[in-house]
């Protein structure tokens, strides 16, 4: 059995405080504190330092974490194995995806899921705030990128196949660009991480190094301000298709698209036994999104 004072460590980390591990345990925060400095006492170091706002763990609190951790998942996965769990999966699964991409093509793919395993808790975070795997709070996430990060393992949904699209409305009002050099003319929109768009054309590949019109963190605010009129965007076709097809937007530039480098993964960080509830999540999801991109 693993020790209950380690298992209350990892999960005040997961949480990102001892009240948020509290609250997740249905215990008081006096009583959390109180088994964490028990177990300080008995390691004879301090594992965390405490501030107002945040835990910030020592350096012996980090070796501990980073040695407890895959201890934990291996020991959970056995215990599922040897327990009969693999043929009715059980336990918590903590999914995370970005806010778009997440509301518009894995929420509706997690009921089919959910009816075939009632015996799995789903907990789903949309965000497009990075979310670290490797800590122990997240058990999956959705990511949308050219890597999927050091020290993590990743797979391959499919390709976020990008397009520079405007609304009819902003090409009537400021015109079409012929080339990509017209772009430093136009309005452009993206969120704050996207630029510089990486691009591929008949000439290879190109980085375009503009400045958004407006600032935005959000990819969902570039969808919208394109759809007004506001400006030329570089949208995954998994966004926009259908506003392509129905001609709210229009490509611009066709010969050119976003690089075929980004890609969709599942990530998770490394364990030495797969848990079999995250298995068939990640099979789950291969199969139908891979299917459901692909018809696109």
Known sequence: MF????DLFLDIIAAGSISGAARQRGMSTAAVSKRLVRLEERLSVRLVNRTTRRLALTTAGAELHATLLPVRQ?????????????????GLLRVTA???????????????????NPGVS???????????????????????GAKIG??????????????????????????EPAKLSDLRNHRILA????????LSGREGTITFSGQSHVNTNSSEVVRELALAGCGI?????WDVSDALQQGSLR???????????????????????MPARLTSLIEHLTLTLKRNLTSR
């Not at 490509?251 to 050119?256: G, S, T, Y």
Request: charged share 20%.
């Open 122 to 144: 789903l907990s789903v975070d949309l965000s497009d705030e990075f979310v670290d795997l490797l800590n122990g709070s997240c058990d999956l996430a959705i990511r949308i």
């Open 3 to 6: 020790d209950p004072d380690y």
């Open 74 to 90: 291996s020991l959970q996965a056995v215990e599922d194995r040897i327990s009969g769990q693999h043929a009715v999966l059980m």
């Open 98 to 116: 970005p806010t778009s991409f997440g509301r518009m093509h894995v929420v509706p793919l997690l009921s089919q899921f959910i009816a075939d």
């Open 251 to 273: 490509r611009v530039l066709p010969e050119i698209q976003g690089s075929r480098d980004v890609g969709i993964f599942a990530v998770h960080a490394p364990m030495p036994v």
């Open 150 to 175: 050091s020290g993590l393992v990743g797979h391959r949904l499919g390709t976020s196949q990008r397009v520079l699209c405007a609304a009819p409305s902003y090409i009537e009002k400021y015109g």
């Open 233 to 237: 965007a570089l949208r995954s076709l």
């Open 191 to 198: 969120a704050s991480s996207q630029l510089p768009w990486q």
